[in-house]
């Protein structure tokens, strides 16, 4: 099957552009909670891991130090070095393709090639959803960044608590089971409850380590949290 005409090569496609387009939030919010041009394309570049990156911003946003706002990056993430692993068993890159596998691996080219069974077709979705994603998103963080500064003082637009709000829009159509989401509640009243009593950007550390337990001791499927939180391929299935 040509390149052009492969099934999986058109959802990477597609949800690259999708994916990439959002890329334009984070750069205008990044600037707006304080972090340059240049940081902003740093993290997006080196990063490149959109809840993780909306997670740093969001701490200092709120006036957080930069040792909270890399531990909540990092606890989310985590996942990332799950799909790794997965995806080095199934794909098998080789020399320097391993360390771009190991960047482009992310919710979205994972999904890509774990939802097609032909070999293939796993690697032309890995790869096209993963390098299509990875420089749409960057390019438009830079328009994001760009237009930001242009906007000035972000408490002027009231977009000084937007990077939260932005971080609530992608983790709330995640919560699809009542587990999920009473952790969910919980950790959010521990985090309301810590606020008063300990500096900026450790509630969230403290809420992570709530939910870790909860998990931990939680009575839900084995293998629930492991997968990818997109599927690019559920409109193709209602087609």
Same mark, same amino acid.
């Given at each position: ?80 070095? *799950?799909?790794?692993?997965?995806? @080095? /068993? &199934?794909?098998? #890159?080789? =020399? !320097?393709?391993?360390?771009? %596998? $190991? ?39 830079? *328009?994001?960044?760009?237009?930001? @500064? /242009? &906007?000035?003082? #972000?408490? =002027? !637009?009231?977009?000084?608590? %937007? $990077? ?46 709530? /939910? ?28």
């Amino acid at each position: 099957m040509k390149f052009s005409r492969s099934p999986a090569v058109r959802v990477g496609v597609s949800i690259a552009v999708a994916t990439g387009l959002y890329g334009v939030s984070f750069g205008a919010l990044s600037v707006a909670s304080g972090l340059d041009l240049w940081q902003t394309m740093a993290l997006s570049l080196l990063l490149f891991s959109g809840g993780s990156q909306f997670a740093f911003i969001g701490v200092v946003g709120g006036g957080g130090s930069g040792v909270a706002a890399m531990s909540a990056s990092a606890l989310l993430g985590i996942r990332n070095a *799950v799909y790794g692993m997965q995806m @080095n /068993a &199934l794909l098998r #890159p080789r =020399r !320097w393709r391993r360390l771009a %596998a $190991a960047q482009v691996t992310i919710d979205e080219s994972t999904a890509t090639a774990t939802g097609q069974s032909d070999p293939l077709e796993q690697a032309r979705g890995f790869w096209t959803a993963g390098v299509g994603i990875y420089i749409l998103w960057n390019a438009f963080t830079l *328009v994001g960044a760009l237009v930001g @500064n /242009a &906007l000035g003082d #972000p408490a =002027r !637009w009231g977009l000084d608590g %937007a $990077a939260v709000a932005a971080f609530l829009g992608l983790l709330w159509p995640r919560l699809k089971a009542r587990e999920p989401a009473a952790i969910a509640v919980v950790c959010a009243l521990v985090t309301l409850l810590a606020v008063p009593f300990v500096p900026s950007g450790v509630p969230i550390l403290i809420a992570a380590a709530v /939910a870790g337990l909860l998990g931990w001791f939680s009575r839900g499927p084995s293998r629930e949290g492991l997968e990818p939180d997109v599927d690019p391929y559920s409109s193709e299935e209602r087609a």
